[in-house]
């Protein structure tokens, strides 16, 4: 019977932040093709020198197409009519909650890509927000971090039945869905805001905006620890964002510094490994869906403009992360598009990393133990990077990786660099992003701000007699506001650093707007402070 490894069950697939759950090895090879990276004392200033290309846009190809359908048939394969989930891994029932925001991403490309329809669409959103409403919750609190696809009951990772804890890595990009979803189709907005209004936000954020897992001790007691890493950290916290949450210290980069790999200045979490026992890698995923979702925009920002990013950092950034792949392959001849991937033999997860735990090209466990043998080119960053930069180097990892697929069951998640094949596994995680990477190229941000302004999440938040027991923002209407209330906090670490310094006035990335002005929550509504 095929097993659900422990990687991908807990933290959306990628067990990748909750301190606890990792032993690291205490000495690791240098990996990266005799590249020696090294501190850089200006590291926050130093700038890459390269041109900058446009993301794609535009209809999609009949060869586009055929990719998209062929990425929806996993799902298709996958979905469990009873609950509306559809399985994290090929025929594997069970899933997380950021699993189950790639398969919203993927039905939205879908329906907007014509291969189902309206009715389709929402059927299936209906059938999946229904069995969210019934969810039973990780102590009444949050979805717990896996669940049985057939019976939506809470499980472990070897999916027999038991609760973990909960992400809030996972549960910020579900949010980041779910708000999509809610601005684009309002006729689900009400359903959207009841399960909203369900969870109980006290323990998932503090009043400093920084986010927080739960997980069970080897004594069965909760302990809510600290979750997120520079990257997923900060997408993860517009999710909540989005929502009227302050996630500020969440929001903010700090504490990073950059490091010299290739040329490229590349930034990471300084929060040492050995000390709080999380991996620091870094990886392309998360800056390509902030870019996909939200334009590596403030999450409230409302324009709409592929050339210019209201988080300037995150931009900077995210070409840094591209850039370093590119000047690899250049240098070594080394087709690379890293990210955390499925493996379909032993150890069936790793973390792909373009650095972590000090080394560049560091593919590791969650152990820590050094894997190169199964470093791949992960198809969900190949082809996120293949729309966010139009280049001659993206253009040839959209070659190889294009016809890497079974037409039957969907894309595999990736190509063995050392040339050994394809990984022949198929995930709703690959897949979906593949899906909402082509949508992008038609669309542009993914985050689109409808008409309607509010529904039951502000109404029941702006309600001065309805009890807050479960620390939900609290709304005015902002016609009642003299002094509008700023969006972001002014004690904010991060955004103040950034407004201090010199460098990131002219980023490497050259199409950011590093004005960093506040943003209201809505142009009706506005979040009053704690």
Excluded at 69 to 74: F, L, M, N
Excluded at 150 to 161: E, H, L, S
Excluded at 271 to 280: E, G, I, K, L
Excluded at 323 to 334: A, D, F, K, P, S
């Amino acid at each position: 019977m095929k097993t659900l490894k422990e990687p991908l069950a807990g933290l959306g697939g990628r067990l990748r932040r909750l301190p606890g759950l990792l032993a690291l090895a205490a000495t690791m090879a240098l990996a990266g093709c005799g590249i020696v990276a090294q501190q850089a004392s200006d590291a926050r200033h130093h700038q890459v020198a390269a041109e900058v290309s446009s993301p794609r846009r535009g209809a999609l190809t009949e060869r586009e197409m055929e990719m998209a359908r062929i990425a929806w048939t996993y799902f298709e394969n996958n979905f469990q009519p009873k609950t509306g989930f559809v399985n994290a891994v090929q025929n594997y029932p069970s899933t997380t909650m950021w699993d189950t925001a790639s398969y919203m991403a993927a039905l939205l490309a879908a329906r907007e890509l014509g291969l189902i329809d309206k009715d389709k669409y929402d059927t299936r959103l209906r059938l999946l927000l229904g069995t969210l409403l019934k969810l039973d919750l990780f102590r009444g609190e949050m979805p717990n971090k896996v669940y049985d696809t057939q019976t939506a009951a809470k499980v472990d990772y070897t999916n027999k039945p038991g609760e973990i804890g909960f992400s809030a890595i996972d549960l910020g990009r579900l949010f980041i869905w779910l708000k999509i979803t809610k601005e684009r189709f309002p006729e689900h907005s009400d359903a959207i805001d009841r399960f909203m209004l369900r969870l109980d936000f006290r323990r998932v954020l503090d009043r400093n905006g920084t986010m927080f897992g739960a997980m069970l001790d080897k004594e069965g007691k909760v302990q809510y620890v600290q979750e997120g890493r520079l990257g997923y950290e900060e997408y993860a916290a517009k999710g909540f964002e989005l929502w009227g949450f302050n996630a500020a210290q969440a929001l903010a980069p700090e504490p990073f510094d950059t490091i010299q790999v290739y040329g490229v200045a590349l930034p990471y979490d300084t929060r040492d490994p050995r000390r709080f026992s999380q991996h620091n890698y870094v990886v392309a995923e998360s800056y390509v869906l902030d870019a996909l979702e939200m334009n590596w925009d403030q999450a409230l920002d409302r324009r709409d403009d592929d050339r210019h990013h209201s988080q300037c950092w995150m931009a900077d950034f995210g070409h840094r992360v591209y850039r370093v792949q590119e000047m690899r392959h250049q240098v070594t001849g080394i087709l690379t598009a890293r990210t955390e991937h499925q493996l379909d033999r032993a150890p069936y997860f790793v973390y792909d990393t373009i650095y972590s735990d000090g080394y560049p090209w560091n593919t590791i466990t969650d152990t820590g133990k050094y894997v190169p043998e199964v470093a791949a080119v992960a198809l969900k960053a190949a082809l996120g990077m293949w729309v966010l930069w139009e280049t001659p180097y993206t253009d040839l990892l959209f070659d190889a990786i294009s016809s890497a697929h079974d037409p039957k069951k969907g894309f595999f998640e990736g190509l063995y660099e050392n040339g050994s094949g394809p990984i022949r596994e198929h995930t709703a995680n690959n897949n979906g992003i593949m899906l909402e990477a082509l949508l992008y190229k038609v669309q542009g941000k993914l985050l689109k701000w409808g008409e309607r302004d509010g529904g039951l999440w502000e109404a029941i938040g702006a309600d001065p007699f309805a009890e807050n027991v479960k620390g939900v923002p609290r709304f005015v209407r902002a016609s009642l506001v003299k002094t509008p209330t700023p969006s972001v906090r002014p004690n904010d670490p991060g955004r103040l650093w950034r407004a201090s310094q010199a460098g990131p006035a002219a980023p490497s990335c050259g199409r950011c707007s590093c004005a960093n002005e506040p943003f209201d929550y809505s142009p009706g509504w506005r979040v009053q402070p704690r």
